[in-house]
Nanobody, 117 residues
Framework: QVQLEESGGGLVQPGGSLRLSCVGSGTTFRYYNMGWYRQAPGQEREAVAIATSGGNFHYQDSVKGRFTISRDFAKNTVELQMNNLKPEDTAVYYC???????????WGQGTQVTVSA
């Protein structure tokens, strides 16, 4: 059974930093894209940053230069370093793994990030 366990959310002031971590278990994610999505109240879930199985990285325009995604293939982990956080970054952040060609996708339970003075 595939499981994704997230940690690292919380409350931070504007301009602050947080680091989100996601550990996967139940399979090896070598051929999966791993990434982070977020969903703010009343809004649709959106992709924030993706680390592909081929070693490429993709970011939503609004987080470029502030967020950095990294993954460890051996440890089945993906992390999101978030710097210079803004109130509009407030959302529930979800870890996601996706094996596109197989049509497999799994989600973490979500972790709340709140940016407020």
């Amino acid at each position: 059974q595939v499981q994704l366990e997230e940690s690292g959310g919380g409350l931070v002031q504007p301009g602050g930093s947080l680091r989100l971590s996601c550990v996967g278990s139940g399979t090896t994610f070598r051929y999966y894209n791993m990434g982070w999505y977020r969903q703010a109240p009343g809004q649709e879930r959106e992709a924030v940053a993706i680390a592909t199985s081929g070693g490429n990285f993709h970011y939503q325009d609004s987080v470029k230069g502030r967020f950095t995604i990294s993954r460890d293939f051996a440890k089945n982990t993906v992390e999101l370093q978030m710097n210079n956080l803004k109130p509009e970054d407030t959302a529930v952040y979800y870890c996601n793994v996706r094996r596109v060609l197989k049509g497999e996708e799994y989600w973490g339970q979500g972790t709340q990030v709140t940016v407020s003075a």
